[in-house]
T-cell receptor
Framework: QKEVEQNSGPLSVPEGAIASLNCTYS??????FFWYRQYSGKSPELIMF????GDKEDGRFTAQLNKASQYVSLLIRDSQPSDSATYLC??????????FGTGTSLTVIP | EAQVTQNPRYLITVTGKKLTVTCSQN?????MSWYRQDPGLGLRQIYY???????DKGDVPEGYKVSRKEKRNFPLILESPSPNQTSLYFC?????????????FGNGTRLTVT
């Protein structure tokens, strides 16, 4: 079982729609959860982090965490073509390693 | 400006010729790590360091070495590169993995081994 799993996509949504990205993790002791955005050939950049169960909103982005289900998601409201990228879920585990999912490729269609 | 700096950005070399990719951070971060990124496989951790003189293997350490003699620097060494080490490499740092702080990434090094 992989430490962090994501649906690789590709996911296509029309401009203005809500994009929903999902991630599951295996280490029940993990305490923090991060979402990164990566454009092709570039380095990952941090979008959001969440530590507590529930929702956390930052502008057009909402992160959702359910520790009982070991599930974290990212919602992007009012999707823009500039949101087209690969989104990476990252989870540090109790063994001091930072694990990443393989990423979900998102395309926002104008 | 707070940043992680890795060099070079692009490197083409031949099998067996030792090389070093440098990584430096100016944020006084304790945790540093190297990843390689390959299509379909995502980011895989090569080595990480919790602090000076403390290094540990990640999931794909074979063929790589690291050192952490100073807090700011974490070089990646390929003693005898092989074509299967052709990849995009990222150095990253975090204030402390224990404090739930995020990783900050360098700009990447694209390595080609022929």
């Amino acid at each position: 079982q992989k430490e962090v799993e994501q649906n690789s996509g590709p996911l296509s949504v029309p401009e203005g729609a809500i994009a929903s990205l999902n991630c599951t993790y295996s280490d029940r002791g993990s305490q923090s959860f991060f979402w990164y955005r990566q454009y092709s050939g570039k380095s990952p950049e941090l979008i959001m982090f969440i530590y507590s169960n529930g929702d956390k909103e930052d502008g057009r982005f909402t992160a959702q965490l359910n520790k009982a289900s070991q599930y974290v998601s990212l919602l992007i409201r009012d999707s823009q073509p500039s949101d087209s990228a690969t989104y990476l879920c990252a989870v540090p585990n109790t063994g001091n390693q930072f694990y990443f999912g393989t990423g979900t490729s998102l395309t926002v269609i104008p | 400006e707070a940043q992680v700096t890795q060099n070079p950005r692009y490197l083409i070399t031949v099998t067996g010729k030792k090389l070093t990719v440098t990584c430096s951070q100016n944020m006084n971060h304790e945790y540093m790590s190297w990843y390689r990124q390959d299509p379909g496989l995502g980011l895989r951790q090569i080595y990480y360091s919790m602090n000076v003189e403390v290094t540990d293997k990640g999931d794909v350490p074979e063929g790589y070495k690291v050192s952490r003699k100073e807090k700011r620097n974490f070089p990646l060494i390929l003693e005898s590169p092989s074509p299967n080490q052709t990849s995009l490499y990222f150095c990253a740092s975090s204030l402390s993995i224990d404090r739930n702080s995020p990783l900050h990434f360098g700009n990447g090094t694209r390595l080609t081994v022929t």
